[in-house]
């Protein structure tokens, strides 16, 4: 990108968006597919008959073998209120995939779980709630920075160009498949992250396209960084050069473990939007969606959030249903967005 980078060329409606209200994105995926009991045989269809691997589990396969219940989940969180909705495909990259042996399928997957989001919210779309469509990048499996070996720090099981091909490819099937923006998500490596960004900028550029992009990392325990060391601030200031419509943090925790986290995302990222979606607390297996907050408590932690002024947008991680959206989403509109500086190149997102 460079300070000439024109208005975005999709998405600038929710650019426009989130200097009038808080935005809500939608909640877990993995979540409401579980809910649905599926078996061996719903991760398969004709072509995968005999495939050798079980499928079950990978649920990026739903939008291809089961696209009935993605669109169903998908209608009932933007019947929720949800005016993001995430394409179902966490785990579609040709790397995240060769767990199942199904690499080749990739592309697929995206273009399939685009055109299934891109339906629905397209379906719930009126002039005065304008539905959008992320096109979600999650992290891979494999980290750039980390040594899989412990007696070799120097060891690595991926690179950062197979990185940024696996994401190049899944980028643009979710922008042939009609999504408005991307979201980069999970982030537990900023190594990772790096290589979506750049496989994104260098996927716009080619195709004079301009969509806003969300980066969403990850805190995963009580020290407050990432999983390779970065603090939160150091995390931001890593990927700040990608001018995000906004920089965020999703799943690992729950809303009161991540709230000085945020803050601290909302005091120093001021030329941006803060995007905030935990899980519903921490895990329990005992719990139906595996994890213990209800709607009610998750609504009112988010409403503190919005109070406070530290959010624009906000939704639900692991453990969330429409219900946590649901009761998300009315508890935030009583509150104004978090307010942020002009952005030092102008011309990419609308002024607040």
């Given at each position: 990108m460079?300070?000439?980078?024109?208005?975005?060329?999709?998405?600038?409606?929710?650019?426009?968006?989130?200097?009038?209200?808080?935005?809500?994105?939608?909640g877990?995926?993995?979540?409401?597919?579980?809910?649905?009991?599926l078996?061996?045989?719903?991760?398969?269809n004709?072509?995968l008959?005999?495939?050798?691997?079980d499928?079950?589990?990978?649920n990026?396969?739903?939008?291809?073998?089961?696209?009935?219940?993605?669109?169903e989940?998908?209608?009932?969180?933007?019947?929720?209120?949800?005016?993001?909705?995430?394409?179902?495909?966490?785990?579609?990259?040709?790397?995240?995939?060769?767990?199942?042996?199904?690499?080749?399928?990739?592309?697929?997957?995206?273009?399939?779980?685009?055109?299934?989001?891109?339906?629905?919210?397209?379906?719930?779309?009126?002039?005065?709630?304008?539905?959008?469509?992320?096109?979600?990048?999650?992290?891979?499996?494999?980290?750039?920075?980390?040594?899989?070996?412990?007696?070799?720090?120097?060891?690595?099981n991926?690179?950062?160009d197979?990185?940024?091909?696996?994401?190049?490819?899944?980028?643009?099937?979710?922008?042939?498949?009609?999504?408005?923006?991307?979201?980069?998500?999970?982030i537990?490596?900023?190594?990772?992250?790096?290589?979506?960004?750049?496989?994104?900028?260098?996927l716009?550029?080619?195709?004079?396209?301009?969509?806003?992009?969300?980066?969403?990392?990850?805190?995963?325990?009580?020290?407050?960084?990432?999983?390779?060391?970065?603090?939160?601030?150091?995390?931001?200031?890593?990927v700040?050069?990608?001018?995000?419509?906004?920089?965020?943090l999703?799943?690992?925790?729950?809303?009161?473990?991540?709230?000085?986290?945020?803050?601290?995302?909302?005091?120093?990222?001021?030329?941006?939007?803060?995007?905030?979606?935990?899980?519903?607390?921490?895990?329990?297996?005992?719990?139906?969606?595996?994890?213990?907050?209800?709607?009610?408590?998750?609504?009112?932690?988010?409403?503190?959030?919005?109070?406070?002024?530290?959010?624009?947008?906000?939704?639900?991680?692991?453990?969330?249903?429409?219900?946590?959206?649901?009761?998300?989403?009315?508890?935030?509109?009583?509150?104004?967005?978090?307010?942020?500086?002009?952005?030092?190149?102008?011309?990419?997102?609308?002024a607040?």
């Amino acid at each position: 990108m460079n300070a000439r980078t024109p208005a975005y060329t999709r998405g600038q409606a929710l650019a426009d968006l989130l200097p009038r209200r808080i935005v809500v994105i939608d909640g877990a995926m993995g979540t409401m597919i579980q809910r649905w009991k599926l078996g061996e045989a719903d991760f398969r269809n004709e072509a995968l008959r005999e495939h050798p691997k079980d499928l079950k589990g990978d649920n990026d396969l739903l939008s291809i073998t089961r696209p009935d219940v993605i669109r169903e989940i998908h209608a009932q969180y933007l019947a929720a209120g949800a005016d993001i909705i995430e394409t179902n495909t966490f785990g579609a990259t040709t790397i995240a995939q060769e767990d199942y042996d199904l690499a080749h399928l990739a592309r697929e997957m995206n273009l399939a779980s685009a055109r299934v989001a891109r339906e629905a919210a397209d379906a719930a779309a009126t002039p005065d709630k304008p539905r959008f469509v992320a096109g979600a990048l999650g992290p891979t499996p494999r980290t750039a920075s980390i040594s899989p070996d412990v007696n070799d720090p120097g060891a690595r099981n991926i690179t950062f160009d197979q990185l940024r091909e696996a994401y190049r490819e899944q980028a643009e099937a979710l922008l042939d498949g009609g999504v408005d923006l991307f979201l980069v998500e999970t982030i537990f490596d900023t190594l990772n992250a790096k290589a979506a960004i750049f496989a994104l900028d260098e996927l716009m550029e080619e195709r004079g396209e301009r969509l806003p992009v969300i980066v969403s990392g990850t805190v995963t325990d009580a020290s407050g960084r990432i999983l390779s060391g970065q603090t939160v601030g150091a995390f931001w200031h890593s990927v700040r050069h990608a001018r995000p419509l906004a920089i965020g943090l999703n799943c690992a925790l729950g809303a009161a473990l991540m709230r000085p986290y945020i803050e601290e995302l909302s005091r120093i990222a001021d030329d941006t939007y803060v995007s905030c979606y935990p899980n519903a607390g921490l895990p329990n297996p005992m719990s139906e969606t595996g994890f213990d907050e209800t709607p009610p408590v998750t609504g009112a932690l988010m409403a503190d959030f919005a109070k406070a002024g530290f959010l624009n947008i906000v939704g639900g991680c692991c453990g969330t249903t429409p219900d946590h959206i649901a009761e998300i989403a009315r508890r935030v509109s009583a509150y104004r967005p978090r307010s942020r500086r002009d952005p030092l190149f102008t011309g990419l997102v609308a002024a607040a």
